[in-house]
């Protein structure tokens, strides 16, 4: 079982991270990524600004990580978040997760992302095209609906 987590400022390469995943390993049968993306919001956003509080944003991602190998009996996991100012149609956020059958690999991956977007402390702040302030994105109704789906299993 490997898990990786990491929180950067750089951009990620997601198929230098699948390759990574899956190097040498002749046990996995799926692999499922997950990348979130910046959007324009119909061309009214310039960017999203990201910050996290290091060392525990890390630590949280990890506990989940490893919450979903064990639980969907993954073979790897990866989570890696981005800092920093983010503009449309940049990568924000990538998880994979590899174990020998697909839907292992979709729910581990579903389960982290749904608890990633909840539990890491993580902030979001909008900056609109037109230098209008818009300020800090609120948590969301639906994102905690989509976490406590796990706990009815």
């Known amino acids: 079982m490997t898990v990786a987590v990491r929180v950067q400022r750089e951009d990620f390469d997601l198929a ?3 390759e990574a995943m899956s190097a040498g390993r002749q046990d996995i049968g799926a692999i499922v990524t997950f990348s979130g993306l910046c959007r324009d919001e119909a061309g009214t956003l310039s960017a999203l600004e990201l910050e996290h509080y290091p060392g525990m944003a890390e630590a949280e991602i990890a ?5 979903a190998v064990k639980r969907f009996d993954l073979q790897a996991a990866c989570a890696i978040h981005r800092y920093g100012r983010i503009a ?9 997760t590899a174990s020998p059958h697909r839907q292992a690999a979709f729910d581990g991956a579903s389960f982290i992302m749904d608890f990633l977007k909840t539990s890491a402390p993580f902030w979001k702040k909008e900056h609109a095209a037109d230098g209008e302030r818009r300020g800090w994105v609120n948590a969301k109704d639906a994102d ?4 406590d789906r796990w706990s009815k299993d």
């Open 16 to 18: 230098a991270e699948v």
């Open 88 to 96: 449309p149609g940049e990568n924000i956020v990538l998880v994979a």
């Open 144 to 147: 905690d609906s989509a976490r």
């Open 63 to 67: 506990r989940i990580c490893h919450e």
